[in-house]
């Protein structure tokens, strides 16, 4: 039901384009398939005609590319490449999958439906990570008796692309870091990003990869879980973005009837998981700050406070007593 995907609207235009191969620059192509993605309906026609095209000429972006770049003739075979690329994103295609990568902090990751894609937001989840061990490497070196802080033992509960737990690792160079998910297309696709930034290669055995919750309880006391669960609502998910709803593990996303489905499970799991020291963050929606604290406080064996909340980014960070 994708519908055609050459519509006349936009071929007498792509004939055009291609009939003087050796005129046509990056500039015109951007520009002409920008034009053909407002016609058919797609979102960020602009970004993401620029987008493919700096891919196709080797750039992160089409800001960084020079004046040389810019206005040279593209080959036949490099108007050919975006062609195709640009055929998937008229099918709705996430430009991320289009690309096959995609930037997370200073990471480059190999994208591949239907594994969700690492949205930005989620970068700051990284960052409170970071700032809690500094924070408590810190406190530390104030006491008039230093001792010396272990690495941090860190898990990540549904890794998807490797993103959290990869741009921990490179921040946090001498911690052990666990990332699981109950999908083996997000596991395999967190071992080729790990594969892929070199880590593994390098002999570092300071990344693992579990696609069970079970092998965890042999894992031994840990300092942080983070986690971007599935949260959305479930009456939420038939609104989201075609791209999502097609080509996304629904999955990944879908947190049940009040989206809390995975973050009970992780909250429950969490105590015999954390050191006495230890904390949870967690990304989820602005309405769950205060349906995770009510839910802990009719757990209170699970002996977790609501330490911190940050509603820029959704994220909210819990610690136990
Ligand atoms: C929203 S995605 C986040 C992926 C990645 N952490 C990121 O931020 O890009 C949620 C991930 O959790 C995984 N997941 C869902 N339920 C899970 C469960 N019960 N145990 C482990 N992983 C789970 C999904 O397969 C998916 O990869």
């Known amino acids: 039901n994708k519908g055609p995907i050459l519509s006349p609207k936009w071929l007498p235009l792509r004939q055009s384009c291609s009939a003087r191969p050796g005129l046509v620059t990056a500039t015109d192509v951007v520009n002409y398939w920008q034009k053909v993605f407002e016609a058919s309906g797609i979102p960020e026609a602009r970004e993401s005609s620029e987008y493919i095209v700096s891919f ?28 195709q690329l ?48 500094s924070r408590k490497c810190e406190k530390n070196s104030g006491l008039c008796f230093p001792v ?40 395999d696709l967190t071992r080729e990003n790990a594969h892929r930034l070199l880590w593994l290669r390098a002999g570092s055995d300071s990344f693992s990869f579990l696609g069970s919750a079970k092998q965890l309880l042999f894992w031994g006391p840990i300092d942080f879980i983070v986690s971007n669960p599935p949260y959305v609502f479930h009456e939420d998910m038939a609104c989201l973005d075609t791209e999502i709803l097609r080509y996304e593990d629904l999955d990944a996303l879908d947190g049940g009837d009040d989206g809390m489905r995975v973050i009970k499970t992780i909250l429950a799991l969490a105590p ?5 020291s230890g904390s949870v963050f ?24 609501l330490r911190a909340i940050h509603k820029d980014f959704c994220g909210i960070a819990l610690s136990p007593l």
Not at 61 to 69: G, H, I, R, V
Not at 166 to 187: G, M, N, T, W, Y
């Open 56 to 83: 196709v000429l080797g750039a992160k972006t089409f800001q960084s590319l020079n004046s040389k770049s810019l206005y040279t003739p593209l080959t036949a075979v490099q108007q050919e490449q975006i062609q």
């Open 86 to 133: 640009s055929i998937k994103r008229l099918e709705r295609m996430p430009v991320q999958y289009v690309l096959g990568e995609w930037d997370f902090q200073d990471l480059t990751l190999k994208m591949r439906p239907p594994v969700f894609i690492p949205r930005p937001e989620t970068e700051d989840l990284v960052s409170l990570v970071l700032e809690e061990e």
């Open 148 to 187: 010396p802080v272990p690495h941090p033992v860190i898990l990540e509960i549904g890794c998807g692309s490797g993103a959290i737990a990869l741009s921990l690792l490179c921040k946090l160079p001498q911690s052990r870091v666990i990332a699981v998910d109950k999908k083996e297309a997000a596991v």
């Open 272 to 276: 015999s998981l954390l050191k006495d």
């Open 282 to 305: 967690l990304e989820v929606d602005p309405r769950h700050p205060d349906m995770v604290e009510n839910w802990l406080q009719v757990h209170p064996n699970l002996l977790l406070v």
